[in-house]
């Protein structure tokens, strides 16, 4: 891959010192130093600096000439593309924000995404029109198609007659994007990110060693605050992007020799696939420097395999979308703790706290705070769930909840629990689930694994297991459950294990638990 000459650091180092700047001000500066530079690759298209910064212009003088205004709401719903790229940062250059939709979820849960985000603006592509019934858009706002179809006035329409840019003034609270829970608990809400935030992850990034030599590899979704955190600033500080339109393990490893990738933030479940695969140690995996993962739990197994047989750091990121506190482990360097999601970040404030909000001592279990710079704004139009995950210090500080309960060991590092929403409370036991996975997942027969709290007659609720089974290894599910409940304490034993194909995950990995919960209800309902 032919590159030009690398980006003048100091320069870069200079505006990254600014309290904020614009990430499309920083792609600006970076196209004029380097224009040639590749900046952007899906599939067997690219985009240059300079084509991809002239392309950004466009968006942003179209939709300026439509009418947007400084704060109004720009929704997509589509596939990944060069195109959702360039509408993303056009979008932030005229002034507007950003709400990416996840092209998964139900029609419903889009039009109520819709509405909830009052978005004056809506590309679809071809898939998500058959999917989502043109009678559920409403018809006040303008909808276009990203791709060309005919799903509604086409791209190249759209972008053919542009009028002169508007400049915008940005401040830290000024809205950068609106980002839509996985749902993986309830109703999906709306996120409001200010300028602030991202501005905050552009620096973190260059402090986790993204560089304009830096080549990105992503394979999640661009609705995904997964992706967003490491592209977006790797646009900004001048980096190769290449993309994945749908996550394949074995064109991944294509993807990562053929670049020379030096970064990538994935899932953990992509990491395992990626491992699977046969021909994994066939691939030069030798550039890379860095790799992250977030978004579900990340097994201190699983960790320990990337380590030994996947080159470069490997570093653990537990956070939120909402933001509010991180933590970090940098595996390479601590991998004695390999169990725990390693120590609060530079900058971030995370406290334990218990039901009645008060902070426990070192090592007690409790809901996991956090405060830092990258906080959201709160969730949008829905004051009353803002309040709910707000906790206020002694001294008046603002943290965000995580409703995740865990607890710090005498080194400092953070162990997670679960979910408070998956305790569940048996014969009036609190049992955490994960404690039942790890346990599961130590069977030399078990690929994958999940436990979640049903309805019970006699315990009030009770644990049940569903487990993948590995390639090639065959046990029956009464068998395992005795393996199972002979290695844990009386009240945590499994009233149920049953054996399926796969769990359900959304498109970032994690399970759906809910989903199992209702399938289990709906063939079996309350157990004895």
Request: charged share 20%; glycine share 8%.
């Amino acid at each position: 891959m032919n590159q030009s000459p690398a980006l003048a650091h100091p320069a870069l180092v200079a505006r990254l010192q600014q309290p904020l700047a614009s990430l499309p001000d920083m792609l600006r500066a970076v196209t004029k130093e380097r224009p040639e530079h590749l900046a952007l690759v899906l599939e067997d298209e690219s985009l240059t600096y300079g084509a991809f910064d002239a392309l950004v212009d466009a968006v942003a003088a179209s939709l300026q000439r439509d009418g947007l205004t400084q704060g109004q709401v720009v929704a997509i719903c589509a596939q990944t593309s060069l195109r959702y790229v360039a509408l993303y940062y056009g979008t932030l250059r005229a002034g507007g924000v950003v709400a990416p939709l996840p092209p998964s979820a139900t029609a419903d849960n889009l039009s109520a995404m819709l509405e909830n985000s009052q978005a004056g603006w809506l590309f679809i592509d071809q898939p998500i029109n058959a999917h989502w019934p043109v009678q559920q858009i409403a018809t006040a706002l303008h909808r276009l198609a990203i791709d060309d179809s005919d799903a509604a006035v086409a791209w190249s329409t759209w972008l053919s007659n542009t009028s002169p840019l508007s400049a915008v003034v940005i401040e830290p609270s000024s809205p950068f994007n609106l980002i839509y829970s996985s749902g993986t608990t309830g109703a999906p809400k709306g996120i409001m990110q200010p300028c602030g935030m991202r501005w905050s992850h552009t620096q973190r990034a260059w402090q986790t060693g993204y560089r304009s030599e830096s080549v990105l590899l992503t394979a999640t979704p661009l609705y995904s605050n997964t992706t967003l955190v490491a592209l977006l600033p790797a646009l900004a500080l001048g980096a190769t992007c290449v993309m994945m339109a749908k996550f394949d393990p074995l064109v991944y490893l294509q993807l990562a020799q053929r670049y020379a990738v030096t970064h990538t933030i994935l899932v953990p479940i992509q990491y395992q696939r990626i491992l699977d695969q046969p021909e994994f140690d066939d691939f030069d995996l030798s550039s890379f420097q860095c790799k992250f993962s977030t978004s579900a739990p990340f097994s201190a197994a699983l960790k320990a395999a990337v380590l030994k047989r996947w080159p470069g750091n490997l570093t653990e990121i537990y956070g939120m979308t909402e933001g509010g506190g991180r933590c970090e482990l940098r595996a390479h360097d601590d991998q004695t703790k390999l169990h725990t999601v390693g120590q609060p970040a530079s900058g971030c404030d995370i406290r334990i706290i218990d039901d009645q909000g008060i902070e426990v001592a070192r090592g007690q279990l409790g809901e996991i705070v956090g405060r830092s710079a990258a906080m959201m704004v709160g969730y949008h139009h829905q004051p009353d769930k803002t309040r709910e995950v707000e906790w206020f210090s002694p001294e008046g500080l603002r943290f965000i909840r995580t409703g995740d309960v865990g607890r710090f060991d005498e080194d400092g590092f953070l162990i997670l629990g679960d979910r408070k929403k998956d305790m569940l409370i048996s014969g009036g036991f609190n049992i955490y689930p994960t404690d039942l996975e790890s346990e599961l997942a130590q069977h030399v027969a078990v690929a994958d694994c999940a436990v979640v709290g049903v309805a019970s007659k006699r315990w009030g609720e009770t644990p049940v297991a569903f487990v993948v089974l590995k390639d090639k290894q065959s046990t029956d599910a009464q068998t395992l459950l005795q393996w199972t409940n002979t290695r844990v304490g009386k009240t945590q034993r499994l009233a149920r294990l049953e054996i399926v194909d796969e769990l359900p995950r959304n498109a970032i990995g994690k399970v759906l638990k809910r989903e199992l919960r209702e399938d289990f209800a709906s063939r079996h309902g309350e157990l004895d």
